[in-house]
């Protein structure tokens, strides 16, 4: 039986398995795009009355840079048992020039990606337990 | 001299290490230290600011008040302050200021820490509106998962070196070998650090900075109080810079999950890292050319390559030459963290932007021993505190 694919965090992100995207904020009057949700007003200076409205991000960016750890984090990391390594990537958003950070997409090896190649967004299982799986956003190459 | 100069009298440290007690012993030890090498008694004192530590409960959150009653209530005004890791040149920025004012002349200033083993964590709890728990149930982003984006981006970008990273390691620890004050007091060869486990890739367990116990204290007054003490010619403090980034900040950095988006409005000429030291000298009237050496935050080996670039003892992509030629170790033409830097201490963080300026007045008096820098009159520290506290006190003689 197959268990419930669920956000690990609410609201953040869209849970299309084909073209996910994350759910930042625009501030319509400066151009500036916000992710995640904080305080929902427009970080830019002087524009904090500015409008602010919802916007799914392009889910498309230049790897900016990565690194894989390689020892289990302290929580509230939920390990798995045994502690896996796992790639962390930092990948600049092609439209909103903004640098995202997510684990690296299962299966890619950290030694075939290099900074300045193209990324895509996926969904991904962060954890799980006896009935769901909680689903995060990770990045993944694009395939040639 | 600028008109914004006051002088160091003293400068004492409690040796870095684990010891396990209460942070304000160690508090205290560098206070006494810091007095009998000023010359003054602690009823001279007017002022008092703690740098708060978070990890010692309720005394940790009022360093400065946890600190004057172990010192004996004088009924001095006091305060307390925390801004991460650049927790102590904020507390040296609070002192100054009131010297300046005219509301202060003797003014003791103190940070302490007593840390937990391994990683530094977020609060307890289900804390799903803090960016700082988020990222690291989110994510596994650890502070050394930020040292390692860091570092592979110097790899891909300029050619950095596992190498290079280790050549750090071992420079810093033939510093702080001699270093009454550090913990690790071992030469490192490039061989074992790179025969280190991994952390967080390219970095190694020998070059991520360790949490440690200790505490560093400075008694700063007005360039008049000094006179009138007897010393002409004090170290003097002659700019502090305690900035904040300018929208958008466009380097990722802890505990960040995104930069500012750099699409409605260009990135500022200089990035935040750029601009810390660039204030200090600013306001010194000086520039990097004038610089003997440099205490830098190397929270990671690779790191310490950031800062030759981002205090401009170089261009971007040329850290890598700069720490090849030689020129950053003792010695050289302008030596980098002569006391060994957080490779030989660890991080007590309220502590450890004090115990740079500790170090740059035994410097610039030429009481540094072994690892005295020939002829040092000007000194620059840097560091960069979480949430965008940007950190650099500039020093001269």
């Known amino acids: 039986m197959s268990k419930n694919r669920v956000p690990a965090i609410e609201g953040w992100l869209t849970m299309d398995e084909e073209n996910p995207q994350l759910l930042g904020y625009l501030d319509e009057q400066s151009g500036s795009y916000f992710f995640p949700k904080d305080v929902a007003i427009s970080h830019a200076p002087g524009f904090a009355d500015a409008e602010f409205k919802e916007v799914a991000l392009s889910n498309r960016g230049k790897l900016w840079s990565y690194t894989t750890n390689h020892y289990k984090p302290p929580e509230?990391?939920?390990?798995?048992?045994?502690?896996?390594?796992y790639t962390v990537a930092a990948v600049e958003l092609n439209d909103e020039r903004m640098v995202v950070l997510g684990q690296l997409a299962d299966g890619v090896d950290p030694a075939d990606v290099e900074v300045g190649q193209e990324m895509q967004l996926v969904l991904g299982t962060l954890y799980e337990d006896d009935e769901n799986e909680y689903v995060i956003w990770k990045w993944k190459p694009v395939e040639a | 001299?600028?008109?914004?100069?006051?002088?160091?009298?003293?400068?004492?440290?409690?040796?870095?290490?684990?010891?396990?007690?209460?942070?304000?012993?160690?508090?205290?030890?560098?206070?006494?230290?810091?007095?009998?090498?000023?010359?003054?008694?602690?009823?001279?004192v007017d002022f008092i600011v703690g740098g708060d530590t978070m990890r010692n409960g309720y005394p940790g959150y009022v360093a400065g008040a946890t600190f004057a009653?172990?010192?004996?209530?004088t009924g001095i005004p006091i305060a307390s302050c925390y801004a991460?890791?650049?927790?102590?040149?904020?507390?040296?920025?609070?002192?100054?200021?009131?010297?300046?004012?005219?509301?202060?002349?003797?003014?003791?200033?103190?940070?302490?820490?007593?840390?937990?083993?391994?990683?530094?964590?977020?609060?307890?709890?289900?804390?799903?509106?803090?960016?700082?728990?988020?990222?690291f149930r989110l994510l596994g982003a650890t502070?050394?998962?930020?040292?390692?984006?860091?570092?592979?981006?110097?790899?891909?970008?300029?050619?950095?070196?596992?190498?290079?990273?280790?050549?750090?390691?071992?420079?810093?620890?033939?510093?702080?070998?001699?270093?009454?004050?550090?913990?690790?007091k071992k030469i490192f060869s490039e061989e074992e650090v790179l025969a280190s486990p991994l952390v967080s890739a390219p970095l190694r367990l020998f070059e991520i900075c360790a949490t440690s116990d200790g505490?560093?204290?400075?008694?700063?007054?007005?360039?008049?109080?000094?006179?009138?003490?007897g010393i002409a010619n004090p170290v003097r403090i002659s700019g502090v810079s305690t900035i904040s980034p300018t929208f958008p900040n466009t380097v990722i950095d802890m505990p960040d999950f995104t930069t500012d988006s750099a699409a409605g409005i260009s990135a500022p000429d200089r990035s935040f890292r750029d601009s810390i030291a660039y204030a200090a000298y600013q306001e010194a009237g000086i520039g990097p050319e004038d610089v003997d050496l440099a205490e830098v935050y190397d929270l990671s080996s690779a790191l310490e390559l950031d800062w030759y670039e981002n205090i401009g003892l170089c261009k971007p992509g040329e850290a890598e030459a700069l720490l090849r030629s030689g020129d950053?170790?003792?010695?050289?033409?302008?030596?980098?963290n002569p006391s060994g830097g957080l490779g030989c201490f660890g991080e007590a963080v309220p502590a450890q932007?004090?115990?740079?300026?500790?170090?740059?007045?035994?410097?610039?008096?030429?009481?540094?021993?072994?690892?005295?820098?020939?002829g040092a009159k000007v000194g620059v520290t840097a560091n960069q505190g979480l949430f965008g506290h940007g950190s650099s006190v500039l020093c001269s003689r």
Request: aromatic share 10%; hydrophobic share 40%.
């Open chain 2, 353 to 374: 932007a004090i115990a740079q300026v500790c170090e740059l007045t035994w410097q610039l008096r030429g009481q540094a021993g072994e690892r005295q820098v020939e």
């Open chain 2, 215 to 229: 505490g560093a204290a400075l008694v700063i007054t007005s360039m008049d109080f000094a006179k009138k003490h």
């Open chain 2, 84 to 135: 991460a890791c650049a927790t102590g040149a904020q507390a040296i920025d609070i002192a100054r200021t009131r010297i300046l004012a005219g509301m202060a002349e003797v003014v003791v200033v103190v940070g302490a820490d007593t840390t937990p083993k391994g990683f530094l964590a977020p609060n307890k709890g289900e804390r799903t509106l803090d960016p700082d728990w988020l990222r």
């Open chain 2, 143 to 184: 502070n050394p998962t930020y040292f390692g984006l860091w570092a592979q981006r110097r790899m891909d970008l300029y050619g950095a070196t596992e190498q290079d990273f280790a050549r750090i390691k071992v420079k810093n620890s033939k510093h702080g070998v001699a270093n009454p004050k550090a913990r690790y």
């Open chain 2, 69 to 73: 009653k172990a010192m004996g209530w």
């Open chain 1, 76 to 85: 509230p990391y939920v390990s798995p048992d045994p502690f896996e390594p």
């Open chain 2, 1 to 44: 001299m600028s008109k914004n100069d006051v002088a160091i009298l003293g400068a004492g440290m409690h040796q870095w290490g684990k010891w396990g007690r209460n942070f304000a012993e160690y508090g205290v030890v560098a206070i006494k230290e810091a007095m009998a090498d000023a010359g003054l008694e602690w009823k001279d």
């Open chain 2, 328 to 336: 950053t170790e003792i010695g050289g033409r302008i030596p980098v």
